[in-house]
């Protein structure tokens, strides 16, 4: 069956400007999350969506960050007047039995 | 942080097996030991899981010591596509609302024909 997908798969924006990515997870994945990975580095979490109990938020770097998850599925991760240091490969994965993540390739922001 | 330590980095023959640390002797009870990889440019990839039994899947092996502090991936044939990092990652199955996975560096290994 389908991955998870993200788009886009590249991202080229301004400083300041805002950016919307989206996650499309493995469908019935209940869990979903959001990673970022700067170059060279290991993954830094984000997010964490889990049915319809609250997110966990204690991942995202400053309240320039929000992501929701409409119906259960889709997801979009938000930067609101984008820096520099945002720049980095954000990842998402869907998980079903909260064991094993599956991850999409990832969206590359640069931001200029 | 990261409650695993692994070496930056390994070299391998296409053809012979690929054995990569990781070091985890803070492990609680419940916490399993999960393996994925990250080849460039692509998002990671599960390979095993495991408690304190040797786990074994079309993938890879998994062998996990008695006391659980350490455990060893095993590629047994590695090939040329098996060059990625390599992340060896602790958590529990029952964590509450905290499921995610704490990533370190990983370990980067080098298949070489």
């Known amino acids: 069956g389908a991955g998870v997908s993200q788009s886009p798969s590249n991202k080229v924006t301004e400083k300041g400007k805002d950016v919307e990515l989206r996650c499309d997870p493995i469908?019935?994945?209940?869990?979903l999350y959001w990673y970022r990975q700067s170059l060279g580095q290991g993954l830094e979490f984000l997010i964490y969506?889990?049915?319809?109990?609250?997110?966990?938020k204690s991942g995202l770097p400053s309240d320039r960050f929000s992501a929701e998850r409409t119906g259960g599925s889709v997801s979009t991760l938000t930067i609101q007047r984008t820096q520099q240091e945002d720049s980095a490969v954000y990842l998402c994965?869907?998980?079903?039995?909260?064991?094993?993540?599956?991850f999409g390739a990832g969206t590359r922001l640069s931001v200029l | 942080d990261a409650k695993t330590t692994q070496p930056p980095s390994m070299d391998c023959a296409e053809g012979r097996a690929a054995n990569l640390p990781c070091n985890h002797s803070t492990i609680s009870g419940n916490e399993y030991v999960y393996w994925y990889r990250q080849i460039h440019s692509q998002g990671p990839q599960y390979i095993i899981h495991g408690l304190k039994n040797n786990e074994t899947n079309e993938m890879a092996s998994l062998i996990i010591t008695e006391d659980r502090k350490s455990s060893t991936l095993i590629l047994p044939h590695a090939t040329l596509r098996d060059t990625a990092v390599y992340y060896c990652?602790?958590?529990?199955?029952?964590?509450?609302?905290?499921?995610?996975?704490?990533w370190g560096l990983g370990t980067s290994l080098a298949v070489n024909p």
């Open positions: 990652i602790v958590r529990a199955l029952n964590a509450g609302n905290n499921r995610k996975l704490i």
């Open positions: 969506f889990q049915g319809n109990s609250a997110p966990d």
């Open positions: 994965a869907s998980s079903q039995d909260l064991n094993i993540q599956y």
């Open positions: 469908s019935g994945h209940t869990a």
